[in-house]
């Protein structure tokens, strides 16, 4: 099944369409405040309303399937109603028995429907991967030893973000990867990579590519001046988390799946010189 589409296809969803259409930007707003309710699951959700309308199937209901079958394919399968449950907490809400039983009802026909789409077809891979194998990678080369903890760090929560975005309908994990690291290095860090590294057997893409995928990304933060960090450095003599500020507006908020406590032991086992840990996730 072909996952990617084209800009002119993306240009035509559905919720664009039609006597209720809605504006590009909630459309967009909608995709940003959903993928981020359930980020490991934000895929399945994205090629969901690459096929469906919004204005016909809510959003936080199938949110709550995509996590649904997200549990069962991943072998860590929760009961429908705790899942409702965590929902309702996170949105501050609280369904009557009655609403309970219909929602249940709904979450069943949207899973049915997200099946159908997926036409079975659950394997998924993220750019984490590709990152933390190039970082491995460049770690070798003293000449940048000191600075890959630095790069896995900037690299990894561009990919969290990037998943607000429509960039996982469009684009392979290992071309997003590449962006990220593009993206930290042109912008961020002062780091000069090899010349071709985009075109090792990594990422198997091209410049072009990194710059168009990387504006993409820095368009999630559109008050960030060049050089300022988007997200807040992990301090290491805490526990690892990478904590957003609480002004949405001017410091965006960066998802932790997998979480900053994951990144920070990968780091380590990076720096001691663990391949499995950097390639195998």
């Known amino acids: 099944m072909n996952w990617y589409f084209t800009d002119q296809e993306l240009a035509l969803l559905p919720s664009l369409q039609g006597e209720n259409k809605i504006t590009r930007e909630s459309e967009a707003e909608y995709r940003r405040s959903t ?19 919004f204005q016909k199937h ?40 009655k609403e309970m039983e219909k929602l249940i009802e709904d979450v069943i026909e949207k899973e049915k429907l997200l099946l159908k789409l997926l036409n079975f077809d ?24 000191d600075k890959v903890k630095e790069l896995a760090q900037y690299a990894w929560n561009f990919v969290n973000d ?15 990867a590449a962006a990220c690291i593009y993206l930290s290095t042109n912008q961020y860090i002062n780091i000069q990579l090899p010349d071709g590294w985009e075109q090792s057997d990594v990422f198997k893409t091209t410049h072009a590519e990194n710059e168009k995928i990387s504006k993409i990304i820095s368009a999630l933060y559109p008050q960030q001046p060049k050089k300022k960090l988007p997200f807040e450095v992990i301090d290491n003599n805490t526990s690892g988390s990478a904590s957003s500020s609480s002004n949405v507006q001017e410091q965006p908020s960066t998802t ?15 720096m001691k010189g663990n391949s499995e840990s950097a390639t195998e996730f």
């Open 35 to 53: 993928a981020s309710f359930i980020q490991q699951a934000g895929i399945h959700l994205k090629v969901f309303y690459a096929k469906y309308e």
């Open 122 to 145: 659950f394997k998924i891979e993220h750019p984490y991967k590709s990152v933390m194998h190039y970082i491995y990678n460049l770690k070798k080369d003293d000449k940048y030893k």
């Open 256 to 270: 932790e799946n997998p979480s900053s406590s994951t990144l920070q032991d990968t780091q380590d086992s990076i």
């Open 162 to 176: 990037s998943f607000q975005t429509l960039l996982c309908l469009q684009y392979p994990p290992r071309k997003i």
């Open 58 to 97: 809510d959003r936080f209901t199938v949110a709550i399937a995509c996590l649904f079958l997200a549990g069962k394919v991943e072998e860590t399968p929760k009961k429908l109603k705790n899942i409702i449950d965590s929902s309702d907490a996170v949105r501050k809400s609280k369904q009557s028995t």
